[in-house]
RNA sequence: GCCGACGUAGCUCAAUCGGUAGAGCAACUGAUUUGUAAUCAGUAGGUUAGCCGUUCAAGUCGGCUCGUCGGCUCCA
């Protein structure tokens, strides 16, 4: 016969059937973990299957596994709840979930959150942390949680009980402060200690724009203090890595006040990437059997308003201007610019796969407050391509697309990037047909290559399906890149046809892609991805040499002379500095090499070569050195 | 666009209770001629984002505008 056995948990002496199951155990005091340690077991691990049959001290162990970090987060939302509410007892509260490496809570509050208040609230949880309180569980009829919360003016907790289908929710309690919560916890409020608060922010309700804005705090927790140091170290770091920051120091990039927000000026060092990258660019297209194309940056209206653009898209451009009694508007894409080349004669399915390709500025008119450095503009140049492919040719088109697109990621050493199939969306053109051989096709192309991807099922923009790549910046926030679209609906607006073998007109698909995004927005990433210590092949400046004294200018003059022959973008630092100086200064610029030359490098032919981060690396012939960094530019070498 | 914070010399920052806007670096001039991350001295640099207001007096307090940052929303 089974008996009832004692089990200490959360300090407390409870009866359990022999044989219960520790998860049995955890899911009675809503607290979950998956690893389990069993105080009293001689420290061994349970299994959340694992039978208890003699009396144990169960604790959830403070995990880092994800589930545990989940818990854990969750319930740090919880006593930064229970903070607010006694620092602010005027508070509604919305939710409260966990993030990836935190958590936050949606407040809604007259008075508005200071940096100060965080730093109040801090401490009133790490109050609430020293009294630990344990966090219960109670299941409750929904009839009796809509009056507790209805008492307590709860809004926005009566909104989501309204939607919860079932008759019975469950309600946590740690000490004074009852929320609805599915659950689960840790046990106790003494298991949360490390974690900070960071910022607060404006949320809408529910995330829609039409809601009032909640007060959002953000708060990062783990489940040691090691983590939270190194998360804490990896935002500091993130900080110094931020292209914004580097462009300034670095001189690359500027945005003007009086030219307008979300407006680039690429300055000397910034544009001398951009023409490494765009040759690059260029030379990659002719191997790949693309055109060029050079179109305008304005169309009339009309054009846009065959393209629909005009209807659908007229809050993202700029206003029109009046010439000549008619209206033209900047482009916001390129696509319609390149159809009207392609519509400039009679084409013959000869002459598929027709590929165009452009370095198009466009003009978009984003929204002020999304506006983010290079990474979301208002004029970019997107390094846009437009293919018009017959069906049987679309699947060689997306695979020859998306390998352009891979190489390009690998040869500019992009290692944080994440790819994103998506799919049919409610509205949508074209023939069901058609989607399914196009969806298949880019599937079909993103696994032949090898690429992990994930699918947004639904997220395709209604014209067709695509396959976009996120590029990861410094903080982990992702901006779409390149990305290949396949589309139904543009051939249809402007009638777009080739005469086929049956000597018939027919439709081509199109896709639109860029292998990098936009220039702006691939610099941004790129600069973030280096910290701004470019590779050789791309950095503005790939040598400075540095003369020790007036004396040596000679021979520096030789050496650069030599470097500016072979095409190597070299500088001469002849200021009456100290050499120390120079070296901190082209140290500073996080220029690759630097040459330190003096009376031994002169009568010996040779260069004292300073590697960036890598220090003094000692004397090599001139010849030597030459051959070795050219080689490194001509295959593009990633240090 | 929305919520909040912020805006001082080219850059990084200071300026107590509202009482003459300062420093370092950079720039310029001169001296210095140096062996791997800052040579010394001097000079110049400002309508404190802009406008309006309160006040004897505004970088500081209030209002509006512009811009930036963190989010939200948006992102053909």
Known sequence: MPENIK???????????????????????????????????????????DKVNDSRVISPIKSSSPEGEEILRHST?????QAVKHLFPDVKFAIGPAIENGFYYDFDLEHSFVPEDLEKIEKEMKEIVKVNY???????????????????????????????????????????????????????????????????????????????????????????KEELKKYLNFLEEAKKRDHRKLGKELDLFSINENIGPGLILWHPKGAMVRKVIEDFWKDEHIKRGYQFLYTPHIARVDLWKISGHWDFYKENM?????????????????????????????????????????????????????????????????????LFVTPEQLEDEIIGVLDFTKHMIETFGFDKYNIYLSTRPEKYVGSLENWELATNSLRIAVEKLGLPYKIDPGEGVFYGP????????????????PTVQVDFNLPERFDVTYIGQDGKAHRPIMLHRVVLGSMERFFGTLIEQYAGAFPVWLAPVQVKIIPIADAHLDYAKKVYNLLFEHGIRVELDSRSEKMNSK????????????????????????????QRKKG?????????FLTEILGKIKNRTID
Not at 77 to 81: G, K, L, P
Not at 349 to 371: F, I, M, N, W
Not at 583 to 610: C, F, H, Q, W
Request: aromatic share 10%.
């Open 583 to 610: 070296v901190r200064d082209s140290e500073k610029e996080k220029i690759p090499y630097t040459l330190v030359l003096g009376n031994r490098e002169a009568e010996n032919g040779t260069v004292s070569i300073r």
């Open 77 to 81: 939302s919880h006593i930064m709840a």
């Open 7 to 49: 089990i200490t948990v959360n300090d407390k002496e409870n009866l359990f059937k022999e044989g219960t199951s520790v998860k049995e155990i955890f899911e009675e005091f809503g607290v979950l973990s998956r690893e389990i340690i069993a105080g009293g077991c001689n420290g061994k691990l349970l299994n959340l299957s």
């Open 616 to 624: 003094n690396l000692g004397a090599v012939k001139l010849e030597d």
């Open 318 to 386: 700029f206003s029109p201007m009046e010439v000549d009694k008619g209206q033209y508007m900047l482009k916001p894409m390129n696509c319609p610019f390149h159809i009207m080349v392609y519509k400039s004669k009679t084409r013959s399915y000869r002459d598929l796969p027709v590929r165009y390709a452009e370095l198009g500025t466009v003009y978009r008119y984003e929204k002020s407050g999304v506006l983010h450095g290079l990474l979301r503009v208002r004029g970019f140049t997107q390094d846009d391509a437009h």
């Open 134 to 224: 344990p966090f219960s569980k109670k299941l409750v009829s929904k009839e009796e949680a809509v009056n507790y919360f209805k008492e307590k003016g709860e809004i926005y907790k009566l909104e989501i009980l309204s939607e919860i289908p079932d008759d019975t929710v469950s309600m946590f309690t740690q000490g004074d402060f009852t929320d609805l919560c599915r659950g689960p916890h840790v046990p106790s409020t003494g298991y949360l200690r490390n974690f900070k608060l960071l910022s607060v922010a404006g949320a809408y309700w529910r995330g829609d724009e039409k809601n009032k804005m909640l007060q959002r705090i953000y708060g990062a927790a783990f489940a040691t």
């Open 466 to 481: 695509k396959i976009d790549v996120k590029l990861v910046d410094a903080l982990g926030r992702e901006w779409q890149g």
